[in-house]
């Protein structure tokens, strides 16, 4: 066989073979509503009107897996510092606190879609999402 048939024929096995690896699966697609599920890691802060941390805060967290779902709900506390962290999978999470004695405001909730905040930054540990409660005193 000729040496530039056999070049050529490799060539586009290995193009074939690369893009095989590279294009997203139908069967994820599918499952997902053609929307692909993230893992991800979710991080946020609880203060008061005056920026102070607020511990033992009820935290619940709707995490949607699809445009579709419903949702699960899942509840965590914030530490000593405010600060509080969720493991997910799926397209975005809804988040609201809340904590006896002390007014929920527009700030004390908030949906993330891909956990990407609202300048376009990811969410980390040292970039938490803001939650805000106003303390009835």
Known sequence: MNKKIIIG???FVIVVVVALLLLP???TSQETGGVENK???FYGK???QEGNPVSDVSIKIL????PSD???IQETQSDNDGLFSF???GSGIGVEVSKEGYAVTEQSKGNFCYVINGSGGLLTKENPANFVLRSDE
């Open 9 to 11: 024929v490799l060539f």
């Open 25 to 27: 699966s139908n069967e």
């Open 39 to 41: 893992l991800f890691d």
């Open 46 to 48: 609880v203060t008061n």
């Open 63 to 66: 995490n949607i897996n699809t």
């Open 70 to 72: 419903s949702g699960t």
């Open 87 to 89: 493991k997910g999978n």
